[in-house]
């Protein structure tokens, strides 16, 4: 199994939607990552808190972040399934995301992860397939 965490944080950099959300990558390891996001006003749901769009976003992106430092060569990662519960509210001024790769196949990558206000209390759990793409 190889993993190249530069080659993951270089990639994202060709994704204008992540640099729009302003998602960062804070550490990546051999099929692991944690990202967070600084909470804007706009991107609150009618009750003030985090939407649930951008909780699945960051947790769609450090999912397949995490399966890209496993696929170095690949072109890209892409989400295959993606399935997300919601158990508490994205508050504060940052959210965080941590991913795991649970089964690294060929090109079919089996992930998780969750998303976490600051304090460390959970906000929504993800597990998804993602494919790796390759040239």
């Known amino acids: 199994m190889t993993h190249d965490t530069k080659f993951a944080r270089e990639y994202q950099k060709k994704i204008p939607f992540i640099a729009h959300l ?3 990558t804070d550490e990546l390891g051999e099929g692991t990552a944690r ?3 600084a909470r804007e006003p706009h991107m609150s749901n009618s009750f003030g808190t985090a ?7 960051l947790l769609d992106v450090a999912l397949c972040t995490a399966a890209r430092t496993l696929h170095p060569d690949s072109t890209g990662v892409m989400t295959i399934d993606l399935s997300t519960s919601f ?7 940052r959210l965080l995301a941590e ?7 060929r090109s079919i990558i089996f992930v998780e992860g969750e998303a976490k206000n600051e304090d460390g209390s959970l906000v929504a759990k993800a597990i998804g397939t993602v494919r790796a793409r390759k040239g």
């Open 87 to 93: 158990i508490g509210a994205g508050i504060g001024p």
């Open 51 to 57: 939407h649930g769009g951008v909780i699945m976003t």
């Open 99 to 105: 991913a795991r790769v649970l089964k690294n196949g």
């Open 22 to 24: 302003g998602l960062a």
């Open 35 to 37: 990202l967070s996001l």
